[in-house]
């Protein structure tokens, strides 16, 4: 599973903090750095503001 998706869904309420840790298989303390660190926010607002060229 996209680890996104993943934390997307903890940031929206769907799963608790614990859940999201155990789907990616990580411990409590990495999960942490990866909901806090900017790269990971979720981009999909501005996917489809950007125009398609093609």
Known sequence: MDKRKVITAYRR???TIQECAQILG???????GL????DWMDN???LKSQPVNG
């Open 13 to 15: 309420g769907f799963i």
């Open 44 to 46: 999909s607002r501005l």
């Open 26 to 32: 990580i411990d409590s303390l990495q999960i942490m």
């Open 35 to 38: 909901v806090n660190d900017p």
